[in-house]
């Protein structure tokens, strides 16, 4: 069905259409309409046979076989947590499936108030003021922060300081994201799996608008080094963002306690499984910042209408009272103000994810989710005292405490070894010549003595 002669719902212009339009215009064909450069033009053909239904579900069956079926200990960014029935059973109900998008004037009040308690969650967990009710993921949530420097910061500047544990792909969304606004990325060093006071110290001067730092760290590392980072960043008037997650931040350092100004990180720890890619991005800030958060925020109030049950019965209930009620609150885009006076122009937010999050978070209640934590340092504590037994392995690599994941070291190649696990069924990071990092969480941890015994098949 190519829709060129008839048309189609996705190519509705027939030939003879288009032909009358490129007349009217007073162009030869629709490659006159754009300006694209050769560098980038694709002039090819796809390769594409048109296929019947009945051939495209039975190629893509075909295709999805080819993966292998791995035990994943992978982590780095993507984590997974056994989720409860409930969350998919509350998320999954017609109410919250809307075909509006939940962040127009048409999102009802339930959704609202599931977006204002995933806000009041990160508000209690972070210490900070303000929430925003989410961004697509972690590292344009941490691109919006250093936007956020550049604008607020009193005197000139355009250095973000970044610390080496940061993820490569991290760091280039930054580099992307910020590069209209001509902010300049600089990593600063790290020593041990944590922040090199001295390196960092040497790095940031009054030019630096922002620095950045992770708790855990991209290595699951836990960050010991906090207030020296919020100290200097605070000495030369940078601000100070904190990437973290809401499970760890449920037993971490508090990141008001530490000087931080903003945090990011990703709440897709809760309520999803591991999508890798798909994430639910953290912004919170001090309530300083209110207009210029990017996003949107959803607020509490009251409207003017007495409550149910006073209507029509008049009285005191009638003349003081009123409906707890939600509403979007900020949104400093220039679909909804002035174009010069817009923070960000983020589009779309993760409602329903966050709205998946806060349902997970609600279900733990903050004993359930400090406890899911506490396993967050056990696991990886005992895995990693079981690879450390094993010959020619040494596991953690950095004597510290770790969230989840930690860096193995072997004295045989790491890329071999995690091929070798592999085709024994494990999926583990080769982040090194001779490093291996290795995940555990309750999703995973059934199969953890299994990966040791396969660690000491696979090292031998």
């Known amino acids: ?72 200990f992978l982590g ?41 308690e995933y806000q009041s969650m ?15 993921d972690e590292a344009t949530a941490l691109a919006e922060a250093a936007l956020l420097a550049k604008r607020v910061r009193a005197a000139d500047g355009d250095r973000v300081l970044v610390p080496e544990y940061v993820r490569d792909g991290h760091v280039s969304v930054l580099q992307n994201y910020t590069k209209g606004a001509e902010v300049v990325v600089e990593r600063y060093g790290t020593d041990a799996g944590n922040v090199d006071t001295d390196a960092f110290a040497d790095a940031i001067d009054d030019d630096v ?47 008001v306690d530490v000087g931080a100004d903003v945090v990011v990180g990703d709440a897709s720890v809760l309520g999803l499984p591991t999508s890798y890619g798909m994430g639910l991005g953290v912004f919170a800030c001090r309530e300083d910042f209110l207009r210029q ?29 009123g409906n707890r009620t939600y509403t979007l609150t900020l949104q400093t885009r220039e679909q909804h103000i002035r174009k010069e006076r817009a923070t960000s122009n983020i589009c779309t937010n993760q409602a329903w994810v966050a709205l998946r999050a806060a349902i997970h978070a609600a279900s733990l209640g903050s004993e359930g989710l400090v406890n899911l934590a506490e396993r967050m340092v056990e696991l990886p504590r005992d895995l990693a005292a079981d690879l450390d037994a094993i010959t020619g392995v040494r596991a953690p690599v950095h004597d510290r405490h770790h969230f989840r994941e930690f860096l193995a070291h072997t004295d045989q190649p790491a890329p071999a070894i995690a091929s070798d ?32 015994a396969a660690f000491e098949e696979v090292t031998h």
Do not use: W
């Open 76 to 116: 780095r960014g993507h984590y997974e947590h056994y989720v409860p029935s409930l969350v998919d059973h509350l998320a999954q109900r017609s109410e919250f499936l809307t075909s509006y998008t939940q962040y127009q004037p048409e999102v009802t009040q339930g959704f609202l108030q599931a977006l204002f």
């Open 209 to 255: 608008v922002m620095v950045y730092a992770e708790n855990p760290t991209t290595t699951g590392a836990v960050e010991e080094h906090l207030d020296a980072v919020g100290d200097l960043a605070d000495k030369h008037d940078a601000l100070f963002c904190l990437g973290s997650d809401p499970v760890a931040l449920s037993l971490l350092q508090r990141p």
């Open 293 to 321: 958060v990017p996003g949107r925020l959803v607020g509490a109030s009251e409207d003017s209408a007495p409550p149910e049950g006073a209507r029509g019965g008049g009285g005191e209930a009638a003349e003081t009272g």
């Open 122 to 136: 990160l508000v209690e967990l972070t210490g900070l003021g303000v929430a925003n009710c989410s961004m697509y």
């Open 1 to 72: 069905m190519s829709g060129r002669e008839s048309g189609s719902p996705y190519a509705p212009h027939t030939d003879a259409e288009t032909e009358a339009m490129l007349d009217a215009v007073g162009v030869a064909d629709v490659e006159a309409l754009f300006d694209i450069p050769d560098s980038v033009r694709f002039d090819d053909d796809f390769g594409i046979d048109a296929k019947s239904e009945q051939e495209a579900v039975t190629e893509t069956r075909k295709r999805l076989r080819r993966n292998d079926d791995l035990t994943e």
């Open 421 to 452: 696990l592999e085709a024994d069924g494990f999926a583990v990071h080769a982040v090194g010549d001779h490093r291996l990092q290795v995940c555990v969480t309750d999703a995973n941890e059934h199969a953890a003595d299994r990966l040791v």
